[in-house]
């Protein structure tokens, strides 16, 4: 490539980043055969002219990152109509994207409510569980946090899914369940270091000392993104685990595992509920 040709290539290129950032704000999500369709139609000017491979390079590389879990979530829903038609509705999108400043204005006064997931699920006893679509190294913003945290203080599930696999294992494991949701108070005695399974899994055990004249050491597993609730709490502490029990056979051997959701510390004291949703979105 020539002097010149590089040099246009980069300034292309840097029109075509500072697009895609300013696109990217306006929330206009675009595939990468329309964006085309949409810079020749909306920026037709000498730069465009100018700098073409650099900017539909941008372009496409902004249109993937943009649409990587979006697509996912179709994956996911799509999967799920096809592989039970008879449940379609069970599953459903909670809409949090608007597209203008004034569009979300419009939807906050009908109760859009920022961080909340992006699917919901119904169990068979009305009970709930959401869904929050992240790539493989996405992390929560913080109203997704804080949402999360609501979620959990209501005793709903709340699971981050980042792959189609993932997503599959869940419905299967509730599309005919109930919520067997279970809870115990002790004394903690021991948290482990987390563990990696494999590339897709890893878990970290705790255990509480149950009160009273018998008391008995109780091992939990906290497993993916909820290894991460045991970071705040130490030996000594007392606390309340919200746990499922989940079995499983394996070479004819049966094996019970109690799988931790949530932890509180007995101790501590309720958010003022004034003072949540106070990072909500900027309308």
């Known amino acids: 490539m020539g002097f010149i040709s590089s040099v246009r290539f980069q300034l292309g290129f840097r029109l075509g980043f500072n697009w895609f950032v300013y696109e990217k704000r306006k929330g206009l999500y675009l595939h990468y055969a329309k964006s085309i369709n949409y810079i020749q139609r909306t ?78 699920f119904i169990r068979l006893d009305g009970t709930m569980v959401f869904i929050e679509m992240k790539l493989p190294k996405g992390k929560q913003s913080p109203n997704q946090k804080w949402w999360q945290s609501v979620v959990e203080r209501c005793n709903s599930e709340y699971y981050v899914i980042k792959t189609l696999e993932e997503f599959q294992e869940l419905i ?43 008391s008995v050491k109780v091992p939990f597993e906290f497993t993916q993104d909820k290894c991460e609730y045991l970071d705040k709490y130490k030996v000594g502490e007392e606390v309340t685990i919200f746990f499922n029990i989940r079995a499983r056979e394996w070479n004819g051997k049966y094996y019970t595992n109690l799988n931790g959701w949530k932890i509180e510390s007995d101790f501590a004291q309720a958010k003022d509920p004034n003072q949540i949703g106070s990072g909500d979105l900027p309308f």
């Open 43 to 120: 920026y037709r000017s000498d730069f465009t002219r100018a700098f073409p491979t650099a900017w539909q390079l941008c372009v496409w590389i902004g249109a993937i990152y943009i649409m990587t879990e979006s697509q996912l979530q179709q994956q996911c829903y799509l999967w799920f109509r096809r592989q039970y038609p008879a449940e379609e509705g069970r599953l459903w999108m909670q809409y949090n994207n608007p597209r203008s400043m004034q569009s979300g204005k419009y939807l906050k006064l009908q109760g859009m409510v920022s961080g909340v997931s992006d699917l919901a």
């Open 172 to 214: 299967n494991k509730n599309i005919n369940s109930m919520s067997d949701s279970l809870r115990l108070k002790g004394k903690i005695c021991h948290i482990g270091e987390t563990q990696t399974v494999s590339d897709k899994f890893k878990k970290r055990e705790i255990v509480i000392d149950t009160p009273g004249e018998y």
